[in-house]
C-alpha cells in the first residue's frame, strides 16, 4: 500500500511540475543606471502621444530586429506588425496598461524593448519616495491578473535613469524599458502589465 501511495504521490507531483513548466510567469524586474538621460523637467502627466515617443525595437527569437510605429488613440498608443500586437493605455495617473499579444502563427518574440534617447516617457517606480521631482508616486511593474497566457517567463528591466539638470539621478525613474522572454513568445501568447508612465523633456 505504501509503495502504491508512493507511486501515486510521485506521479501527482510530477503532473504538477510538468504543468507548472508550462505555466507564463512574470518574473521579478530589475534596474540599471545605463546612459543617463538629462531632462529639464518631469510631469506625473502623460498621455498616449507622450507615450508613444518611446520608440519600438522587437526583436526575434531568429535574431531580427523590428521597430513597429506606434498609432495613438486618445490615451492608447498601438503598434502593429503582420503577427503581433503591442499597447500601452494610460488608465490613471500612475498606472499605464501594457499588452503584448501574438496574433499569428509566425510570432516569435524574445525581447522589446520601449524607448529612445529622445523619448519623453519615463518609468516611475515606487520608490526611492519622494523620488525624482515632478514625478510624484510611481508604481513597479506588475502583472494583470488572469493575463498571462503562454510557456515563459517574463522579465521586467527598466535601464538608463533619468536625472534632472546635472543632478545625480534619484533612482526611481528612467527612460528605457526592456521585456525579455526566456522562451520564445509566439501564438495566442498575451501578457498584460502595469508600469507608471511619466513625462521627461
Known amino acids: ?34 546612459a543617463l538621460r538629462t531632462v ?30 506606434w498609432v495613438v488613440a486618445g490615451p492608447t498608443c498601438t503598434a502593429t506588425a503582420a503577427d503581433y500586437q503591442i499597447s500601452m493605455t ?10 503584448i499579444a501574438a496574433t ?8 522589446i ?29 506588475a502583472p494583470v491578473a488572469g493575463s498571462l497566457v503562454g510557456a515563459w517567463m517574463a522579465t521586467v528591466r527598466l535601464e538608463n535613469a533619468v536625472r534632472i539638470g546635472g543632478a545625480a539621478p534619484v533612482g526611481d525613474l528612467y527612460s528605457v524599458m526592456v521585456v525579455s522572454f526566456n522562451s520564445c513568445f509566439d501564438i495566442n501568447d498575451r501578457i498584460e502589465f502595469i508600469v507608471d508612465t511619466d513625462y521627461i523633456n
Open 113 to 141: 524593448v520601449f524607448g529612445t534617447p529622445n523619448t519623453r516617457c519615463g518609468f516611475d517606480l515606487t520608490l526611492p519616495n519622494p523620488g525624482t521631482a515632478g514625478s510624484a508616486a510611481g508604481f513597479n511593474p
Open 1 to 34: 500500500m505504501r509503495t502504491l501511495t508512493s507511486i501515486v504521490l510521485a506521479s501527482l507531483a510530477s503532473l504538477t511540475a510538468a504543468s507548472s513548466s508550462q505555466a507564463a510567469v512574470f518574473g521579478p524586474f530589475a534596474t540599471a543606471v545605463g
Open 104 to 111: 499569428g502563427a509566425t510570432c516569435d518574440i524574445r525581447q
Open 90 to 99: 494610460v488608465v490613471s495617473a500612475t498606472q499605464t496598461r501594457v499588452r
Open 40 to 69: 529639464a523637467t518631469t510631469a506625473q502627466a502623460t498621455n498616449g502621444a507622450i507615450n508613444a515617443t518611446s520608440l519600438l525595437k522587437v526583436t526575434r527569437c531568429s535574431g531580427a530586429v523590428e521597430t513597429p510605429a
